[in-house]
């Protein structure tokens, strides 16, 4: 027998609109189902796929759980379970291709398409995504809207189809349509239904092989009798002018946006007859020409229309001269593959933003790669996330100073002009929240007042001004180490004129050089933030006396946490509060607005958190950096995510030796030492002498004190300028909190820290310079 005839005896008959387009499913637990299948296999008309069911299983439950990270045996668990007990054979649907006789077993429907589109989360949200399950796309055209169609069931946009094409696949079509050899001269609309049949076997596809017509359009639009309901949306990619212009105008009489895309410049046009009723068809472009007159004209007459759609000037350098050669070089005018690959991305993204109201214009737009990438127009790429300061491992921690070295006033001298700059000098290298340095300084004869600094904005964090009294309070602890050091006494006037709140205390000073030198004020320059990870050591015994005898020669009290359980849920509360404080619109920008992204601007400003200080590696400095805008949150916010946010704090209070909170008494407390309505101020000196014991015991100290003033907002200012959710969930935190660190209702609570064994920082934050924060205001010298 000749190769012709065995090609002849072995050939499959011309492929028609009766080929099976449409896969056969089967209930994987329905005995009946299983049965036909089971009969379809001892046929030999289906070819089983390797069976993947329980790899789908486990990926789905590893999906649903991101940081779930299971050894195999637990998953093989999770999986049975799931199961409920049944045979992974009789779980989720079968599919048989009856076009190439594979047999494939997939997930039900709602699982398969929850794991189908698990990766489009969150460009798509999990409602997004349900919503557009819920639409129908008619798509008429199947040469550049093939590959839109395709797309659009791909992505999960729309679930049900219909699909018009009178014309097959030709050989020449294979430079854009993606298909086979083996499928010349099968309808295209044949081909389409089935590539998009074999991503999701679940969709609903019904296909129009002798293409839109003038007399089945309205059908193909509304459904007809029976026939699934109104298309949400009409893909029209058609090449006859006189059907392109009439779909158009059943389209506006029935209500249903139209999208176009034309293989040309990524020219993409959007007529939302939904919104605009009257709206000209193709932008009016035409005129007022309308289908009618279109109808039976020769192709010659139909050119100067289709001229006034296209446009010339919006022509591309090589499709103008190719029009001009069609019926002479050129058979049809010219489309390439990556053309219809860019026009089913453009038409697929608008289509879905249509869908979900979040593109309501209409219009003609170009995404023109030939414009967008070519010589002269790249941008030069920035550097978008910080980096992270290194050094070798062996290297020690050079901390950068935060200013000029510490001078104390000159011995035996009166204090004078340079004196009183050296003590405010000490002052200035106090904490502040955010290092916003909120203070001011006036010498005046033999007074220096201490004032907060009026041109500070007002912070959510800074509740009634606690944090600025307490800043206050540490520097004025710093000038009295500093004073008595040189051999004077300060004395302290806190609040001394009721009338005006913003003069926080006046402080005086007096020879005393029989004064012992107080040992704390040679660590007032190495005192700093040291978010740096340490060994969970345990906390020293001595070391938790000595730091508790500092708190109560204060008139303060110190509460420690060091039991490894009570430090993880101090974590995860604190991670919480992170979360809380990068998801609230104020919250996030005030914390924004203090972060020093560059050297340059760490320099120039010399206040705010220098990004060196966070001690962040560079994958914590990318998550930041993602962080800085707020829109980006604002959508994580509305999704409910940000878990990521509370890592931070966890990982901290993990590499941490105990979790600390001072607190002072208020007026009533019983003891008769309460400290008032502003018990801050004295309070920053007593967390100054903290920390700087701390550092001398060469432990590591950084405040984690953003809930505490949160608490404060919510118990005693009504939670202003917090949202309801926001404050059930400080309500919460306060609660879980109180369980690891009582609160007292007479106690005021001043500042929450970790202690740590770690090295020194790398960096300090830097300081004004006295000369801006102190002003003279004709003041004699001290004697």
Same mark, same amino acid.
């Given at each position: ?18 080929? /099976? ?21 001892? &046929? ?63 997930? /039900? ?7 189908? $589109? ?177 109808? =039976? ?55 879905? &933003? ?70 405010? @000098?000490?002052?200035? &290298? ?115 006396? @000595? ?20 430090? @993880? ?104 030492? =309460? ?80 202690? $740590?064994?770690?090295? /020194? /920082? ?22």
């Amino acid at each position: 027998m000749s190769l012709q005839a065995h090609i002849n005896a072995a050939a499959v008959p011309a492929a028609d609109a009766a080929s /099976p387009w449409r896969p056969r499913l089967f209930g994987a637990q329905d005995a009946a189902q299983r049965a036909e299948l089971t009969d379809l296999l001892a &046929r030999g008309e289906a070819v089983p796929a390797p069976d993947t069911l329980a790899e789908q299983v486990a990926e789905l439950l590893t999906t649903r759980r991101p940081a779930w990270r299971p050894d195999e045996g637990e998953l093989t668990a999770a999986v049975e379970a799931h199961l409920g007990g049944r045979p992974p054979l009789e779980y989720g649907t079968w599919v048989w291709y009856p076009w190439s006789g594979r047999l494939a077993h997939v997930l /039900p429907e709602r699982e398969y398409r929850e794991l189908r $589109h698990s990766r489009n989360q969150y460009k798509i949200t999990g409602a997004e995504q349900a919503e557009l399950g819920g639409r129908t796309i008619a798509v008429a055209g199947l040469s550049v809207g093939a590959a839109s169609a395709f797309t659009l069931a791909q992505e999960g946009v729309g679930s049900r189809f219909r699909l018009a094409d009178f014309d097959r696949l030709s050989l020449s079509n294979l430079n854009r349509l993606r298909a086979s050899v083996t499928d010349i001269g099968l309808p295209k609309v044949v081909i389409a239904a089935r590539q998009m049949y074999e991503i999701d076997p679940y969709l609903d596809i019904d296909v129009w092989p002798e293409g839109l017509t003038e007399d089945n359009v309205d059908a193909f639009l509304t459904g007809g009798e029976g026939g699934g309901g109104r298309a949400d949306l009409f893909i029209e990619e058609c090449d006859d002018l006189y059907i392109k212009v009439f779909a158009r105008e059943r389209a506006r009489a029935h209500g249903i946006a139209v999208l176009m895309e034309t293989n040309e410049r990524g020219m993409l046009d959007v007529e939302r007859f939904d919104l605009e009723p009257d709206r000209p068809v193709l932008h009016g472009l035409l005129d007022g020409v309308a289908a009618a007159d279109l109808k =039976g004209l020769p192709v010659r007459e139909k050119v100067p229309h289709v001229m006034r759609i296209l446009g010339p000037e919006n022509l591309s350098p090589r499709m103008a001269p190719s029009l001009m050669e069609i019926g002479h070089t050129l058979s049809s005018w010219p489309q390439l593959a990556s053309g219809v690959a860019l026009g089913a991305a453009v038409l697929t993204d608008a289509a879905r &933003r249509v869908l979900l109201g979040q593109f309501t214009g209409s219009g003609r737009f170009f995404v023109d790669l030939a414009e967008l990438v070519r010589d002269w127009t790249q941008v030069r790429p920035a550097l978008a996330v910080p980096r992270a300061a290194t050094r070798p491992a062996e290297a020690p921690a050079q901390p950068r100073a935060a200013g000029s070295p510490l001078l104390l006033p000159a011995a035996g001298e009166e204090l004078g002009e340079e004196g009183i700059r050296r003590l405010v @000098a000490y002052g200035t &290298r106090a904490p502040s929240g955010g290092n916003v340095q909120p203070w001011t300084f006036t010498a005046r004869g033999p007074v220096l007042s201490c004032r907060t600094d009026d041109a500070q904005p007002s912070t959510l964090l800074d509740f009634q001004g606690t944090a600025s009294e307490l800043a206050i309070g540490a520097a004025v602890e710093n000038i009295d180490l500093a004073a008595r050091a040189a051999g004077w006494a300060c004395h302290v006037h806190p609040f001394p004129d009721p009338a005006d709140p913003g003069l926080v205390c006046e402080l005086t000073f007096s020879r005393a050089p029989e004064t012992p030198r107080p040992e704390l004020v040679d660590w007032i320059d190495r005192r700093a933030t040291n978010r740096r990870p340490g060994p969970p050591r345990p906390l020293d015994a001595a070391h938790r006396r @000595a730091l508790e005898r500092c708190a109560a020669d204060s008139g303060a009290r110190l509460h420690l946490v060091t039991d490894r359980a009570e430090l @993880a849920e101090a974590g995860r509360i604190l991670g919480a509060g992170d979360r809380l404080r990068m998801l609230s619109p104020r919250l996030h920008r005030e914390m924004m607005s203090e972060l020093r992204w560059t050297p340059e601007e760490v320099r120039s400003t010399r206040d705010g958190i220098d990004l060196a200080t966070l001690e962040a590696d560079p994958a914590d400095l990318a998550g930041l950096s993602l962080a800085r805008h707020w829109p980006h949150l604002d959508f994580v916010r509305q999704i409910g995510g940000g878990r990521a946010f509370e890592e931070g704090a966890r990982r901290s209070v993990a590499a941490s030796s105990a979790i600390g909170c001072l607190t002072l008494p208020t007026a009533g407390s019983g003891s008769g030492s =309460g400290f008032g309505d502003h018990a801050h101020f004295a309070g920053g000196r007593a967390v100054q002498r903290l920390w700087l014991t701390a550092t001398s015991l060469g432990l590591g100290f950084q405040p984690l004190t953003v809930l505490l003033y949160l608490f404060a907002r919510i118990e005693r200012g009504d939670g202003e300028g917090l949202d309801a959710a926001e404050t059930d969930i400080l309500r919460t935190l306060r609660k879980r909190l109180s369980a690891l660190v009582p609160h007292h209702p007479d106690e005021t609570e001043l500042l929450l820290f970790r202690l $740590h064994h770690a090295p /020194p /920082p790398t960096a300090h934050a830097l300081r004004r310079g006295v000369d801006t924060v102190l002003r003279f205001d004709g003041s004699d010298a001290c004697r």
